[in-house]
């Protein structure tokens, strides 16, 4: 009898068993343990500092297994790899830093209505909430709304993103709920020439409302050029 329970309890871990969206392997978790670790090895080491004039942190590079993480969860509707990221951004975030301040609100970068109706989902505040599950850190996912639809940016010069993004947020929830003494912590999923950061930014302080920093999942490695 208990040879027929452990047979069946290893069918029902083959059962429950899903495919690695990035191998195609069979796992249990949202990556199998070599695309976990491949992922891992792109966590910036010694790199994780704020630079002004926009202080940015990150958790890993652009580039490998990471890039291809954040394409697959963004347009192949592997939603749980939030879940890692965030949490694997909010541990580092803790970690790096001298004090952890509590008057913050999280705010993600918001996607135009139309492509979060196209996508479904808002990968930044998927991965808000988790990085929220580990700093404990209250989170608006509304906070600021994409009031104009932006073309993509990857293959714009960065004059091209500065004024591809010109007034393109509003305020969303933040408009009518703003936390009393409480500045902003932006989060997204990549930074790359802070274009998109800058523009949010720009709304917030005309309410004059304070914004702490910029936290990402990924940036790209030649990130600091733009910040001149």
């Known amino acids: 009898m208990n040879g027929w329970l452990r047979s069946l309890s290893g069918w029902g871990d083959i059962v429950l068993a899903s495919q690695c969206p990035l191998c195609q392997r069979s796992t249990s978790r949202e990556l199998c343990q070599d695309c976990w670790t491949q992922v891992r090895q792109c966590q910036w080491v010694g790199c994780q500092t704020w630079y002004e004039p926009l202080p940015v942190f990150a958790w890993g590079q652009y580039k490998g297994a990471l890039k291809r993480t954040i394409a697959t969860l963004k347009y192949d509707n592997h939603r749980q790899l939030a879940s890692p990221l965030g949490h694997w951004l909010a541990e580092a975030w803790m970690t790096e830093l001298t004090t952890h301040p509590r008057t913050l609100t999280v705010v993600p970068i918001p996607l135009h209505p139309n492509k979060q109706?196209?996508?479904?989902?808002?990968?930044?505040?998927?991965?808000?909430?988790?990085?929220?599950?580990?700093?404990?850190?209250?989170?608006q996912p509304h906070g600021l709304i994409r009031s104009r639809f932006t073309e993509a940016q990857f293959h714009l010069s960065p004059q091209a993103r500065e004024q591809n993004l010109s007034g393109a947020f509003e305020l969303g929830t933040l408009r009518h709920h703003r936390p009393r003494h409480h500045a902003v912590l932006l989060l997204d999923d990549i930074y790359t020439t802070g274009a998109t950061a800058r523009s949010a930014i720009r709304v917030l302080q005309q309410f004059h409302i304070p914004v702490y920093g910029i936290v990402a999942v990924a940036r790209a490695s030649n990130f600091k050029q733009f910040l001149d």
């Open 117 to 139: 109706q196209e996508r479904g989902f808002n990968q930044a505040e998927l991965l808000g909430r988790s990085f929220c599950e580990i700093t404990r850190l209250p989170l």
